[in-house]
C-alpha cells in the first residue's frame, strides 16, 4: 500500500498548508487522498502517527536534496539548498532549527510508545532526528561526498543553517554565493 500512503502523506502536507494541525481532521486527510478513514488508521496507528511519517518523510526529502545539493555543487548548493527547503516548508524548518510553531504538530522526537498494530516501521516509532543530529548526518554525508574534513563539513553545514535562522534577501544569499565560487 505504499501509493496510499504516499497519497496520504501528501494529503496531510497539503492540509497543514492550508490550516494549523490542530484542525487538520483524519476523516478529511483520508477523503483528500480518496482512502477510507480505517486505512489511514491501519497505515498510521493515530494522527500523531501520521504526523511523524510526515516529519519523517520531510526529514528524508531534506537529506536526499542536500545530497544532491553536495554532489553537484558543494557546500555552496548545499546552503542554497537548505535555504530554499525552509523557506518552501514551514515543517522542514521547524525540523532543521527545533523550532516548532503552534500552526505544526507537536512532535516528541523520541521514540513514540508502541501502542497499536500497525508495523513500527510504518508508525515512525524510532527517533526523529533533531538539529543537532540534522547536521552530523549532513556533515557526515558532506565528508564522504566531498572528501573534505569533517570540522569544515560542519562549519559548511552550520553556516547553511544560519541563512534558515538568520534569513537575508535571496539576492543576498545568491550574491554571497557567487563572491564564494569566485
Request: hydrophobic share 50%; charged share 25%; net charge positive.
Amino acid at each position: 500500500m505504499p501509493a496510499a500512503r504516499e497519497s496520504l502523506l501528501d494529503a496531510a502536507g497539503a492540509a497543514l498548508g492550508r490550516r494549523p494541525w490542530s484542525a487538520v481532521r483524519m476523516v478529511d486527510v483520508a477523503a483528500a487522498a480518496s482512502v477510507s478513514r480505517q486505512t489511514l488508521y491501519n497505515e498510521f496507528g493515530s494522527k500523531d502517527g501520521l504526523a511523524r511519517a510526515l516529519v519523517r518523510r520531510e526529514t528524508d526529502l531534506y537529506l536526499t536534496g542536500a545530497d544532491r545539493a553536495l554532489r553537484e555543487g558543494g557546500f555552496e548548493a548545499l546552503a542554497a539548498w537548505t535555504s530554499e527547503a525552509a523557506r518552501r516548508s514551514p515543517l522542514t524548518r521547524a525540523v532543521l532549527t527545533g523550532c516548532w510553531s503552534e500552526r505544526l504538530p507537536a512532535i516528541d522526537l523520541a521514540p513514540a510508545p508502541h501502542v497499536s498494530g500497525v508495523p513500527a516501521q510504518r508508525r515512525a516509532d524510532g527517533p526523529l532526528p533533531g538539529p543537532a543530529e540534522l547536521v552530523a548526518a549532513v556533515r557526515d554525508r558532506a565528508a564522504a561526498l566531498l572528501g573534505r574534513p569533517a570540522g569544515e563539513c560542519e562549519l559548511a553545514v552550520r553556516i547553511a543553517l544560519s541563512w534558515v535562522v538568520a534569513p537575508a534577501g535571496e539576492a543576498d544569499l545568491a550574491r554571497l554565493l557567487r563572491t564564494r565560487a569566485a
